[in-house]
Nanobody, 122 residues
């Protein structure tokens, strides 16, 4: 089994910054892509950013250069640095990871964290 544990969420004023962290643990052979998504109450899960093991990153349109994703391969950890936060950034932020757990098979499975609440006050 694989567990993803997020941290760093909380309440921040508009214009402020937060840094989210997510660490994967468990039966991990390797991790390909790690990412961040968010979901508002009643809304769909939205892509924020992903980063591959080789360092390639991809961002959702709503980020618009305000967020930056990074990764510590040795610690199986992904970070999301968020700046210039807006009230519309308020959501539950979820971490994801494509994880290989079986050394005999080249198969990756997608895992999700439990989510961390980010609230931006106006």
């Amino acid at each position: 089994q694989v567990q993803l544990e997020e941290s760093g969420g909380g309440l921040v004023q508009a214009g402020g910054s937060l840094r989210l962290s997510c660490t994967a643990s468990g039966s991990i052979v390797s991790i390909d892509t790690m990412g961040w998504y968010r979901q508002t109450r009643g809304g769909q899960r939205e892509l924020i950013a992903t980063v591959t093991a080789s360092g390639g990153s991809n961002y959702g349109d709503s980020v618009n250069g305000r967020f930056f994703i990074s990764r510590d391969l040795a610690k199986n950890t992904v970070f999301l640095q968020m700046a210039s936060l807006k009230p519309e950034d308020t959501a539950v932020y979820y971490c994801s990871a494509d994880v290989r757990t079986d050394p005999q098979y080249l198969a990756f499975h997608l895992y999700w964290g439990q989510g961390t609440q980010v609230t931006v006050a106006s």
